[in-house]
């Protein structure tokens, strides 16, 4: 389904308004599109259940207006805890200005979602990742998008998605069949959980993005995670921003805040076993946010400075990958 308008007054995801008299300069066209996806829990997920709750879900399709009339890149991004906010419409404009599509995926407003920051096991940690093979394959047949230059780009639980999308294991069981992303950008995404087989990632570029001072999730556990996929000479690329909290990029929590109710895994460490199940490290029991280990009152904070040198260096990563 596609809703047209020819004068964007206002765009309404997730309980964010994003208003203007008119469409900005970069953007030709904005289509509503709606993906057809299923619910899946981790469990459900890791053990490649076809089967699901059926869920239709939406996202926010621009295209750039200043590409000529044939087929342009795109930037598929999915959201964190908290929905879509005001920072992922500030990297929509940047990729819009190189001409370089973006597709806003709302994950949460058709299951019923607001938030999951106060109540994790709302959602799955793996469940946006189905979400995002489904943009892949919508995206891939849109006349207006090239289907072998589609990134991922994720923020927190996006980010995370948009991590371990890459895992091969995960795009045989549930990925479109003969598509794949042409990169994946994960912002500040969490990396202490053990899969099995997560070792054996695309061939395509990883870039991970991370604050060193993030105590929502920590970077630790993704630095030895690069580590590992270094070692099996997988093309991926961990950013360390100094002094950058949780939700580094997004100007709209100027001063460091603590999330007094917000759920953090910080202190937990987990794996995969045999059956799908996912693993507290510590009590060799299936983790349960009930568990000892989940904690509350991560830091969230603005950094202009690692906000700025992402933007940099995300956009120059891009160019390159995307041949523009």
């Not at 953090?264 to 983790?287: K, L, P, W, Y």
Request: glycine share 8%; aromatic share 8%; proline share 5%.
């Amino acid at each position: 389904m596609v809703r047209k308008s020819r004068a964007f007054v206002s765009t309404v995801l997730s309980g964010v308004v994003l208003a203007s008299a008119s469409w900005p300069a970069q953007t030709a066209r904005i289509e509503i599109r709606t993906l057809q996806t299923t619910t899946l829990s981790d469990e459900q997920f890791l053990n490649g259940v076809r089967g699901g709750i059926p869920v239709t879900i939406s996202g926010d399709l621009r295209i750039p207006g200043t590409s000529a009339a044939g087929r342009v890149p795109a930037v598929v991004l999915l959201h964190g805890s908290g929905g879509i906010n005001a920072s992922h419409e500030l990297w929509s404009q940047e990729f819009l200005g190189m001409g370089i599509a973006t597709f806003i995926v709302d994950s949460f407003s058709g299951r019923g979602i607001v938030r999951t920051s106060s109540d994790q096991a709302q959602l799955g940690s793996l469940a946006m990742i189905m979400d995002a093979y489904r943009a892949l394959e919508l995206l891939a047949h849109h006349p207006r998008i090239d289907p072998q230059r589609i990134a991922l780009m994720g923020f927190s639980r996006g980010g995370h998605s948009a991590l371990y999308a890459s895992v091969r294991r995960f795009q045989r069981m549930h990925g479109p069949p003969g598509l794949e992303f042409a990169a994946y950008i994960p912002f500040y995404a969490a990396c202490n959980i053990k899969f099995r087989g997560d070792g054996d990632v695309s061939d395509r570029p990883i870039r991970i993005h991370h604050g060193v001072a993030d105590d929502f999730v920590p970077i630790a556990p993704c630095r030895l995670y690069v580590a590992r996929l270094r070692a099996a000479n997988k093309d991926v690329v961990l950013t360390a921003y100094p002094n950058a909290y949780h939700f580094f990029d997004n100007p709209g929590n100027p001063q460091p805040r603590q999330a007094a109710r917000w759920q953090t895994t910080r202190s937990c460490a987990m794996h995969e076993d045999q059956n799908g199940r996912v693993i507290n490290n510590a009590s060799g029991q299936m983790f349960s946010y009930m568990d000892a280990c989940v904690e509350l009152g991560p830091t969230l904070g603005y950094n202009a400075k690692a906000h700025a040198d992402s933007v940099k260096a995300v956009k120059a990563f891009l160019a390159s990958t995307f041949g523009l």
